[in-house]
């Protein structure tokens, strides 16, 4: 299953995107994570019904100093996941 998320509150400057990366990581998910340019967080992860849904838990709850107001959520087509490798940041130094 592949899944889109999309982030909205206080989810930029307060290591987020880390936290999504220890998170997605530790439950072995294929995608990223990446800052948008509206101060939104965007991630795409590859994996099991149960573990996307821990993801999912994990996203709502978001690290200490962050708020989260709004997660969008979209299913992906499979063929998506054909592209993804490790669980990585993009556009991170």
Do not use: C
């Given at each position: 299953?592949?899944?889109?998320?999309?982030?909205?509150?206080?989810?930029?400057?307060?290591?987020?995107?880390?936290?999504?990366?220890?998170?997605?990581?530790?439950?072995?998910?294929?995608?990223?994570?990446?800052?948008?340019?509206?101060?939104?967080?965007?991630?795409?992860?590859?994996?099991?019904?149960?573990?996307?849904a821990e993801l999912r838990a994990?996203?709502?709850?978001?690290?200490?100093?962050?708020?989260?107001?709004?997660?969008?959520?979209?299913?992906?087509?499979?063929?998506?996941?054909?592209?993804?490798?490790?669980?990585?940041?993009?556009?991170?130094?």
């Open positions: 299953m592949v899944l889109h998320f999309l982030i909205q509150g206080r989810v930029q400057g307060v290591g987020f995107r880390w936290y999504v990366h220890r998170e997605a990581s530790e439950l072995e998910l294929r995608g990223w994570v990446r800052n948008t340019e509206d101060g939104d967080v965007e991630v795409v992860a590859s994996g099991t019904v149960e573990d996307l994990s996203l709502r709850k978001g690290p200490r100093g962050s708020r989260v107001d709004r997660l969008v959520e979209h299913y992906l087509d499979e063929s998506e996941a054909d592209g993804l490798d490790m669980f990585r940041i993009e556009g991170a130094w």
